[in-house]
């Protein structure tokens, strides 16, 4: 029987050299610098995850915030006050007119849109009295909502009183302005009329852009009552 020696090449599991201490110091200073960069990325990783920066407020009201008093009637080429951010431009679409005229064999109208009401001036071209019926005369805002109208003399006290009629005798002119009865502000017991413009000239003039305005004035002629409409737009707002 052969004895086998410690060192014999046959034994395949047995190193022929034992490894020296010195050559695995290499390999242990490797190792512990994978650990190191392995426990630095574990650390990245479960920290908090990085917020997307919030959306600013959207902003959900609508409609003019300032207040005027009464309604300048500006005979400039541009209707609005002169320290304005924006000026408008105004287009008569109902019934459609470049002069924001209208007649018929009864009456005739000559309209000035402007930011804070829209003014107008009545010729009676018959030799007997029309009266205009506030109470069932109505505007229609840019928003869409029907209301009452104001005129020159409405104040914030007549706001649920009925408002008398106005008699344009035969052959006569009669000019005034009508705003939303609701657009009207509390005067702090003064007798100003305070309300908010149909369209505004500060930082949120361009969202009217396009918008609409619907004016009918009720006449009564001869005993019968009759509806005159007209349709205004912004066809512009341009900054000053």
Not at 81 to 89: D, G, H, I, Q
Not at 181 to 187: F, I
Request: charged letters at 25%.
């Amino acid at each position: 029987m052969r004895v086998m020696s410690l060192r014999d090449p046959k034994r395949a599991d047995y190193p022929a050299r034992m490894p020296d201490d010195r050559s695995l110091r290499p390999r242990a200073s490797q190792w512990r610098a994978a650990l190191l960069i392995g426990l630095a990325c574990a650390s990245c990783s479960s920290g908090p995850e990085p917020q997307s920066a919030s959306p600013p407020p959207v902003s959900t009201s609508i409609g003019p915030s300032s207040i005027v008093s009464g309604a300048s009637d500006s005979v400039g080429a541009v209707p609005g006050s002169e320290n304005a951010l924006y000026r408008y431009r105004f287009r008569q679409i109902e019934p459609p007119s470049d002069r924001f005229t209208y007649q018929d064999r009864e009456l005739s109208f000559y309209f000035r849109p402007s930011p804070d009401a829209i003014h107008f001036q009545i010729e009676n071209r018959q030799d007997r009295p029309v009266v205009i019926e506030w109470e069932r005369s109505t505007i229609t805002d840019v928003w869409g909502k029907a209301d009452p109208v104001a005129h020159g003399s409405t104040r914030w006290t007549d706001r649920f009183s009925a408002q008398a009629p106005t008699t344009i005798t035969g052959l006569q002119r009669f000019g005034d302005y009508v705003f939303p009865m609701s657009y009207l502000v509390d005067p702090a017991g003064s007798d100003e009329q305070l309300h908010r413009p149909i369209f505004p000239e500060d930082a949120s003039a361009p969202q009217y852009t396009d918008k609409e305005v619907e004016v009918t004035l009720v006449m009564r002629i001869e005993g019968q009552q009759r509806p005159y409409g007209f349709r205004f737009r912004a066809s512009s707002v341009i900054p000053r």
